[in-house]
Nanobody
Framework: QVHVVDSGGGLVQPGGSLRLSCAASGSIFSISTMGWYRQTLGKQRELVARIISGGSTDYTDSVKCRFTISRDNAKNTVYLHMNSLKPEDTAVYYC??????????????WGQGTQVTVSS
């Protein structure tokens, strides 16, 4: 069984910063990708940033130069450092994990989500 726990959201003023954390635990053999998506009411969940097993990263255009994704391989944890936050960054942020388990089974699973609100 695999658990994905995301945390770190909150209320921040425009221009402020937050750091989200996502920790994966369980019978994981290898991680293919680990990243962050966000969703607002009535809209589809969209990719924010992800990091691939080799270390390369993808960002949606609207967060480039403001957000940075990093990882701690020993802890199976990724972080999303969010700077210069804007009201349009307000959303529920979900961690996504794509991995291969010790059994050889591949999974794609989500954290429970953490709310980020950018408002004065």
């Amino acid at each position: 069984q695999v658990h994905v726990v995301d945390s770190g959201g909150g209320l921040v003023q425009p221009g402020g910063s937050l750091r989200l954390s996502c920790a994966a635990s369980g019978s994981i053999f290898s991680i293919s990708t680990m990243g962050w998506y966000r969703q607002t009411l009535g809209k589809q969940r969209e990719l924010v940033a992800r990091i691939i097993s080799g270390g390369s990263t993808d960002y949606t255009d609207s967060v480039k130069c403001r957000f940075t994704i990093s990882r701690d391989n020993a802890k199976n944890t990724v972080y999303l450092h969010m700077n210069s936050l804007k009201p349009e960054d307000t959303a529920v942020y979900y961690c996504n994990l794509a991995a291969t388990l010790l059994t050889g089974r591949t999974i794609n699973t989500w954290g429970q989500g953490t709310q980020v609100t950018v408002s004065s």
